[in-house]
């Protein structure tokens, strides 16, 4: 069944399938085909991806298509978390309605992906769906011109090995099988007790679903990890004023308080420059910052029992991002915790022991029925995409790199460093990344009498915008791009302006000229795509080796591609510094970033960010962005190419 097809998209979650209407609303024509592995569409919120009491951390309003709005028939009403099921179903008649269906082809597997002479050569492995799993597996190959890879952030789950599980007579649970195993474990009278490990807002999900179902909990949150996530209710008092959190994090002059390597797209350059570089700024912010944090911790009541202690995030939510859960429970799942239902331990764990014990480094031993190890979602693509020497100037995650390849992207960092702190010093006091965080198996527990060895660690994504392989932005020829790859809370807006961005970049209708992260004298230079720069930095070959004198900036000359691969390594660390409690050292992960964020990828399409209206008074004054504010932007976008 081998077929040829203009473009795939790889994923039928909320990216991939706004990708496809994005690009057959600009190219109706186009012959694109999504695939995707799952039974249903939806990625995380596919109908066998649902567990039971599943809810968005979204309010309604906020979670939907800008051009599809969730209508009052989803039984969904204002201030209300949406429920999963609500999700898949809006989903499916967003598929309905834009006819998409015809294009997405579910049970079915990409392998790998190699770029050949231009052109990608899909591995695909493709099944019937059996209620008795029976079904054969075909294999064939698609080829395609462009690859969009919409895997997104939750494609593949991190696996645990423990100590002592080969003797261990009881479940073992990953959170990713949690939709299938949960049913019969809720109803399974022999299961008393769970044993749940892990401190992320899917762990809390875990706690709330067993514990309110009556099973006796131990939550373990290990003492030399990064602690439990803030969890918050989804409104809070900032002093007298009553405030949606989803909107303060999408509320322009809030935004100013973080700072954020690409603040300038956001047209009040200036007013960042004077409050994160001035003497007394930084003061500011770091004052802003505590009182939030303050808030979180007071009014979602960790502070009010002593039980609750336990829960309180290690350091500010300042560096912490959309790690960050919202307390989306019918009830208040510390009460749990304060009548003993939840036990809290804040200990790392050495193994399992015996058929039903769970061994803790001061000693102590708990017999459980049940381990559910919530222990998060790899980032790396989940595609085995080829040829190798190729990954490090696609900044695709990899243990392949060269030793040229990683001294290439050593040196950029190096720099990259040098330049976020002086623009940003506050960010140099942050906490360290955890030690296991790239690691390739981060949740492993190596045996203490075990010799200690290098465990293989991950590069981070590198990505120019956080979409693009650096080595294809001026190499004349596009065929890739991946999305879903940053991660931000207004979700549903940011798959489809990238959408957008991804139709324009791989068919090269972007500006010829896009503003530069880096930043001169306080100002952010053009980056002209297509010609020779001055003012550049180290002269590098972006498919890995150095090429020529690597302190080639110093004489004032690069190119175009230089200048590229050193705006992506500022893209890339300035994660690493903003956010090392969150998942920045890994991927671009933020929270008070979105919207200057979507300005400077608006800005690449040339249209203006600024959407409110009565120009700066409309932007500080005009209240949170939302959904409406950026509906009809590839209509937009597609009459003003029509008019030039």
Known sequence: MDQHVDVVVVGAGIQGLAVAKTFLSCEPDINLLVLDSNLSIGGTWSKESLYPGLRSNNLLGTFEYTDFPMHEGYGVEKEQHIPGTVIHGYLCDFVKHFDLMKHIRLCTKVVSAEEVDGNWVLKIVSWQPSPNENSKASEYTITCDKLVMATGLTCAPVQMSIPGSSTFMRPIVNFSKLASAAPELLKDPSVQHITIYGGSKSAHDCVYLFASAGKRITWIIRESGHGPTYMAPGHIYLGPFRCWLEALAATRWLTWMSPCIWGDADGFGWIRRLIH????????????????????????????????????????????????????????????????????????????????????????????????????????????????????????????????????????????????????????????????????????????????????????????????????????????????????????????????????????????????????????????????????????????????????????????????????????????????????????????????????????????????????????????????????????????????
């Open 277 to 644: 570089r001035s003497s007394w700024g930084p003061r500011i912010v770091e004052t802003f910052w505590n009182k939030l944090t303050s808030d979180l911790v007071s009014q979602s009541g960790l502070n009010t029992h002593e039980k609750l202690k336990t829960l309180i995030p290690n350091g500010s939510a300042f560096w912490m991002a959309t790690g960050l859960g919202v307390l989306n429970y019918p009830t208040d799942i510390h009460d749990l915790v304060i009548s003993g239902q939840v036990e809290v331990v804040r200990k790392d764990i050495t193994g399992l022991e015996g058929e039903s014990g769970v061994k803790f480094s001061d000693g102590r031993l708990v017999q459980t029925d049940v381990f559910v190890a919530s222990t998060g979602w790899k980032f790396t693509p989940g595609v085995n995409l080829l040829p190798e020497v190729k990954l490090a100037g696609w900044g695709v995650p990899s243990t392949k790199y060269t030793p040229e390849q990683m001294g290439m992207w050593d040196d950029l960092n190096q720099e990259a460093d040098v330049e976020i702190l002086e623009r940003f010093p506050l960010l140099a006091s942050g906490p360290q990344v955890a030690e296991n965080y790239m690691l390739v198996n981060p949740a492993d527990i190596v045996p203490a009498a075990e010799k200690p060895r290098k465990r293989e660690e991950y590069t981070p994504w590198r990505l120019w915008r956080g979409m693009a392989p650096p080595s294809q932005v001026t190499s004349g020829k596009r065929n890739l791009v991946f999305l879903g790859m940053v991660s931000n809370i207004q979700k549903m807006i940011k798959t489809e302006i990238s959408s957008l961005w991804a139709y324009a970049y791989l068919n090269n209708q972007l500006e010829d000229s896009v503003m530069a992260l880096s930043a001169t004298d306080g100002h952010a230079p053009t980056l002209n795509l297509e010609q020779h720069v001055m003012n550049g930095h180290s002269n590098k070959n972006p498919n890995g080796s150095a090429n020529g004198n690597r302190n080639s900036h110093a004489k004032g000359v690069s190119t175009a591609a230089d200048e590229v691969m050193y705006d992506t390594a500022l893209f890339s660390r300035f994660g690493r510094w903003r956010c090392p409690r969150g998942q920045g050292a890994r991927l671009p992960d933020f929270v008070f970033d979105g919207i200057p964020y979507f300005d400077l990828i608006l800005g690449d399409l040339g249209m203006s960010g600024w959407r409110k209206g009565w120009g700066w008074f409309g932007e500080v004054f005009g209240g949170a962005y939302g959904p409406k504010e950026y509906n009809g932007v590839t209509s937009e976008w597609l009459a003003k190419k029509k008019r030039t």
